[in-house]
Structure formats: C-alpha cells, structure tokens
C-alpha cells in the first residue's frame, strides 16, 4: 500500500487560513478517492473530508462545512485541503490517504502534518 504525505500545517490564530498538500512520489492519484483525517490528542482519528476520483465530488464532516475546501490536482498529483476560519477545536495532525471509493477501508497511513490553533 502506498503512504501519502500531508504537508503544509502551521500554527495559526483562530479565524487563520492554511492549505495542506498531499503527494506521493511516483503515485498516480487518478483513479483513486483521497481522503483527509485528523487525530488529535486523545482522540481516534476522524474523517475530514474526500474527494471522489470520478467526478472531483467532494464530502465533508458536519465541523467543517463551509470551511474546509478539499481540491485535487491529477495532473500534479497532489490533493489540497484550503481551511480557513480555523478554530482551536481543528487542532490535530492532518493526514491523507487513498482508497478505491470514499466508502472504502482507507488503511496506509504515511507521515501526518501539525495544525495547531491558538485562541
């Protein structure tokens, strides 16, 4: 299984804006759903958003509609998640992963990205 990589977290103040990026070197994102994911201390990880391969339809947990925006890249193979009006409670290391459908069992997991927001 192939490990995507989530970059581009921060520390921001609440009300802040941030765009992480996930990639995999030699990995074709065509074809594949890309979800997002966040865990944070003490938490089970949840789902944040994906993004279907087919039609660049995208879903997104209740907390973050209307905030979060999750886009994808086929050509550069690399899949965005544009957060803006970021609360405390987004605190959590983000991650990305790759599954056949949205619906499906999203089992790699490669290096996360820290997203701290401050009061």
């Known amino acids: 299984d192939v490990q995507l990589q989530a970059s581009g977290g921060g520390a921001v103040q609440a009300g802040g804006s941030l765009r992480l990026s996930c990639a995999a070197p030699?990995?074709?994102?065509?074809?594949?759903?890309i979800g997002w994911f966040r865990q944070a201390p003490g938490k089970e990880r949840e789902g944040v958003s994906c993004?279907?391969?087919?039609?660049?339809?995208?879903l997104y947990v209740d907390s973050v509609k209307g905030r979060f925006t999750t886009s994808r890249d086929n050509a550069k193979n690399t899949v965005y998640l544009q957060m803006n009006s970021l609360k405390p409670e987004d605190t959590a290391v983000y991650y990305c992963?790759?599954?056949?459908?949205?619906?499906?069992?999203?089992?790699?997991w490669g290096q996360g990205t820290q997203v701290t927001v401050s009061s």
């Open positions: 992963a790759a599954a056949d459908h949205c619906g499906a069992d999203f089992g790699s």
């Open positions: 030699g990995f074709t994102f065509d074809g594949y759903a």
């Open positions: 993004i279907r391969s087919s039609d660049g339809s995208t």
